[in-house]
C-alpha cells in the first residue's frame, strides 16, 4: 500500500503544476491525459492521474448512450413531438440539477483538502498525513464504479437536455421561418 502523505504531496505538486526534477515528478503531466494519450512506454505514475477521471470503457458507453440518445430523439417533426420533447425536457432537468450537485461538491472537496494540504505541506507536519488520507479516501471514492455511474448519468443527462433543446429549438426556427415566407409571399 502507498504512503497517503507521499501520494497526496505528489498530487499536491502536480496540481499546482511545480517545476520538480525528480522522475517521478518530470513523468507526471500537468494536464490530464486519457488512458489512449499516455505513452504506452512509460505510464504516468498512479499519483498523477486525475483522481475522477475514467478508462476507455466509460468513454466507449459514453458513446454509444449518446448515439442511442441521438436514435431516441429525432427531429422534430409535428407540434406533438415538439411538446413531448419539451415535457421531456422539464421531467430530466430537475434529475440533472441533482446530479450535477452531487458533482460539484465532490469536486469542491478535492479542492478544498487538495488547498488544506498544500497549506500543511508548508509547515504543519502533523495535519499533513490527516489530510492525506482524507484526499486519498476522497480519490478512491471518486474512482468507485458508483461514482462512474453517476457521472455517466450526468454527462448523459446533460447530452439529453441539450439535444432535445436545440431539437425544439430547431423546430420552432423552422415554424418561424416558414411562417414568416408564408406571410411574405401571401402580400404579392
Known sequence: MEDPVAV??????S????????????SCNSGFMTPEQQPVSSPAPSH?????????????????????????????RTER????????????????????????????EMKRLHEQLQEALTHQLSSQHTLALQLSELSREARSHEVQDQELGLALLESKL?????R?????TSLG???YKRRKHSKH
Request: charged content about 30%; glycine content about 2%.
Open 15 to 26: 496540481m499546482r503544476g511545480s517545476e520538480e526534477t525528480s522522475d517521478e515528478a518530470t
Open 81 to 108: 413531438d415538439s411538446a413531448a420533447y419539451k415535457k421531456e425536457f422539464d421531467m430530466a432537468y430537475p434529475r440533472y440539477l441533482s446530479l450535477r450537485e452531487k458533482s460539484n461538491q465532490r469536486w469542491f
Open 162 to 166: 441539450r439535444l432535445l433543446k436545440t
Open 177 to 179: 421561418h416558414d411562417s
Open 8 to 13: 497526496a504531496t505528489m498530487m499536491a505538486r
Open 48 to 76: 498523477c492521474n486525475n483522481p475522477m477521471a475514467f478508462g476507455p470503457a466509460f468513454y466507449k458507453r459514453l458513446d454509444a448512450e449518446k448515439t442511442l440518445l441521438f436514435e431516441t430523439y429525432p427531429e422534430v
Open 168 to 172: 425544439i429549438v430547431d423546430y420552432n
